[in-house]
């Protein structure tokens, strides 16, 4: 009775054990999950940024150009 009673300690330390180990992958792939989250939004921000900064850059140009042609340069 003794040896099922120290084997059923045993199984219930392995099982608190791999239950702690399960809990701290949840909270890794939870910290991975939101780093590729923030990178994904950084990246389309920065996208939108770039394309939003590319159509003043040419809308400047354009005008600068209309300008010169006006001014006969």
Known sequence: MKVLLENLQDVE???TEALADL???QALTGAVTGAEDAF???LSNSLRAFTMLEGRYNATKAALDER???LGL
């Open 13 to 15: 330390r392995r099982l």
């Open 68 to 70: 010169r042609r006006a």
């Open 23 to 25: 809990r701290a992958q």
């Open 40 to 42: 994904r939004s950084l």
